[in-house]
């Protein structure tokens, strides 16, 4: 999954993980975008790929959030820092926007 260095569009996540029942909870702003699919990938961090493995429905606007149950390979993943959220749009179909998602523990 490679992403366009020329996009001038950001984004922020913030979330919450429930290891208890698996539940990613997350919220995601962007601005200066109109995302066409938004969707978390196995991807590590710096590097230019990765693999589209959630996509988040109904993802149209500047503010989505939502939950997803994850299986124990996605939460694997999350823990260790090989997720990311990837934003494309209709002129960076590639991804406009990437950030990997970085666990913070309590």
Request: hydrophobic share 35%; proline share 5%.
């Amino acid at each position: 999954v490679g992403v366009d260095q020329s996009s001038t569009g950001t984004g922020t996540f913030t979330g919450t993980y429930n290891r208890d029942s698996n539940v990613l909870t997350y919220n995601i702003n962007l601005t200066g975008l109109t995302p066409t699919r938004v969707y978390f990938a196995q991807a590590q961090p710096g590097v230019n790929n990765g693999t589209v493995d959630i996509v988040i429905p109904n993802a149209t606007g500047p503010a989505i959030s939502g939950s997803v149950t994850l299986n124990q390979r996605q939460e694997n993943d999350l823990v260790y820092g090989n997720y990311a959220v990837i934003v494309e749009t209709a002129q960076f179909p590639r991804g406009a926007v990437r950030g990997n998602i970085m666990m913070r523990r309590n």
